[in-house]
């Protein structure tokens, strides 16, 4: 595809484009990150990122660009087609989409699925090989559930979602339009309630149900744990890594994310585009309120205020686990220092 029919597609984007410059109108096969495109790719440099050095030794044909006229200046140099966009990796992404159109999904039932009774199938809905689906059971239209993934009974699964395969989603389970279930996610699992008792732990029967708002993403092997009662509510718009736990009757808002390992224990609430790194930890019943970042590893075992960055175990503001961070190193000298005072 030639450059400027990318133009075209990115001026209908949501990327913001400002200004651009085909006068080579390169052919581009795909698209690579800046230190290994070739001349017949395309590639972007992050806003606010200063690796002017790597623009100067790139070979891509064609490369997106933040408004630093430093920047616009060097590409024109040697000769790239550019472009200044707004947000150069929303970009990126708009060009990786049509660059890499997806293929049109299959439609239509494999003769090895096992449907139950009662189960209302939308339109051009696709259901895989070795499929099973329990007894009253709702698929949306465009849907696409692949191979081996087992839907138990009562489920509802909303327009346009996508279950990859070996996926499981346990009873009741309510999935809302536009989700996306990764491999081995499992849905609805039963929450981890035991009762303890002077005879050992007794179960506490878990009766709730699981709901995913709209446009909900569920990374591989991560799991949704259902409440005694009541629901596991995950917000709209919600994204989440593979290796995930959530547990039982966790809340969170819209617009969440979080990386892989990140562990939910119950009841935890999370408000509105809350971002938890990668092996985070959120404690019983912790409230973390909107707009709340947390970096890896942060064990978050008390209530957060809303907006606040936060780092260490146990979690603390950024700034101060910083400082913190600087001395840890210097701690053993420190404390010689003391001993020798002491004397």
Same mark, same amino acid.
């Given at each position: 595809?030639?450059?400027?029919?990318?133009?075209?597609?990115?001026?209908?984007?949501? +990327?913001?484009?400002?200004?651009?410059?085909f006068?080579?109108?390169p052919?581009?096969l795909?698209?690579?990150?800046?230190?290994?495109?070739?001349?017949?790719?395309?590639?972007?440099?992050?806003?606010?990122?200063?690796?002017?050095?790597?623009?100067?030794?790139?070979? +891509?044909? +064609?490369?997106?660009?933040?408004?630093?006229?430093?920047?616009?200046?060097i590409?024109?140099q040697?000769?790239?087609?550019?472009?200044? /966009?707004?947000?150069?990796?929303?970009?990126?992404?708009?060009?990786?989409?049509?660059?890499?159109?997806?293929?049109?999904?299959?439609?239509?039932?494999?003769?090895?699925?096992?449907?139950?009774?009662?189960?209302l199938?939308?339109?051009?809905?696709?259901?895989?090989?070795?499929?099973?689906?329990?007894?009253?059971?709702?698929?949306?239209?465009?849907?696409?559930?692949?191979?081996?993934?087992?839907?138990?009974?009562?489920v509802?699964?909303?327009?346009?979602?996508?279950?990859? +395969?070996?996926?499981?989603?346990?009873?009741?389970?309510?999935?809302?339009?536009?989700?996306?279930?990764?491999?081995?996610?499992?849905?609805?699992?039963?929450?981890?309630?035991?009762?303890?008792?002077?005879?050992?732990?007794?179960?506490?029967?878990?009766?709730?149900?699981?709901?995913?708002?709209?446009?909900?993403?569920?990374?591989?092997?991560?799991?949704?744990?259902?409440?005694?009662?009541?629901?596991?509510?995950?917000g709209?718009?919600?994204?989440?890594?593979?290796?995930?736990?959530? !547990?039982?009757?966790?809340?969170?808002?819209?617009?969440?994310?979080?990386?892989?390992?990140?562990?939910?224990? !119950?009841?935890?609430?999370?408000?509105?585009?809350?971002?938890?790194?990668?092996?985070?930890?959120?404690?019983?019943?912790?409230?973390?309120?909107? !707009?709340?970042?947390?970096?890896?590893?942060?064990?978050?075992?008390?209530?957060?205020?809303?907006?606040?960055?936060?780092?260490?175990?146990?979690?603390?503001?950024?700034? /101060?686990?910083?400082?913190?961070?600087a001395?840890?190193?210097?701690?053993?000298? /420190?404390?010689?220092?003391v001993?020798?005072?002491?004397?």
């Open positions: 595809m030639k450059f400027s029919k990318l133009i075209s597609c990115l001026k209908k984007g949501k +990327a913001e484009l400002q200004e651009y410059d006068a080579q109108d052919l581009l795909g698209a690579e990150s800046l230190d290994k495109a070739e001349s017949h790719q395309i590639s972007f440099l992050e806003t606010g990122n200063s690796l002017s050095s790597e623009l100067i030794n790139s070979k +891509a044909g +064609a490369i997106l660009l933040p408004d630093e006229e430093k920047l616009r200046g590409a024109i040697k000769g790239i087609a550019w472009a200044t /966009l707004k947000n150069p990796r929303l970009a990126f992404a708009e060009c990786l989409d049509v660059l890499h159109p997806k293929k049109q999904p299959l439609v239509g039932v494999h003769s090895s699925a096992v449907i139950g009774k009662n189960v199938l939308g339109e051009h809905v696709f259901i895989g090989a070795n499929v099973y689906i329990g007894d009253n059971c709702r698929i949306g239209s465009n849907s696409l559930i692949h191979p081996g993934t087992v839907i138990y009974e009562e509802v699964v909303g327009e346009g979602c996508e279950i990859h +395969a070996n996926s499981v989603i346990q009873r009741k389970s309510n999935l809302g339009s536009q989700c996306v279930i990764h491999s081995n996610a499992v849905i609805g699992s039963e929450g981890f309630g035991f009762v303890p008792t002077n005879q050992g732990w007794r179960k506490m029967p878990q009766t709730g149900i699981v709901v995913l708002e709209n446009e909900v993403e569920i990374g591989c092997g991560s799991t949704v744990d259902r409440p005694a009662v009541g629901e596991t509510r995950i709209a718009g919600t994204k989440i890594d593979n290796l995930v736990q959530i !547990g039982h009757g966790v809340v969170t808002g819209r617009g969440c994310a979080m990386a892989a390992q990140v562990g939910i224990a !119950g009841g935890a609430h999370l408000g509105n585009g809350v971002i938890l790194a990668g092996q985070v930890g959120v404690g019983n019943r912790v409230n973390v309120g909107d !707009g709340v970042i947390a970096s890896s590893k942060t064990g978050i075992h008390a209530d957060v205020q809303s907006g606040e960055v936060i780092s260490g175990f146990p979690a603390m503001s950024n700034k /101060l686990w910083l400082r913190c961070s001395i840890f190193s210097k701690l053993p000298q /420190l404390a010689k220092t001993r020798q005072l002491q004397k």
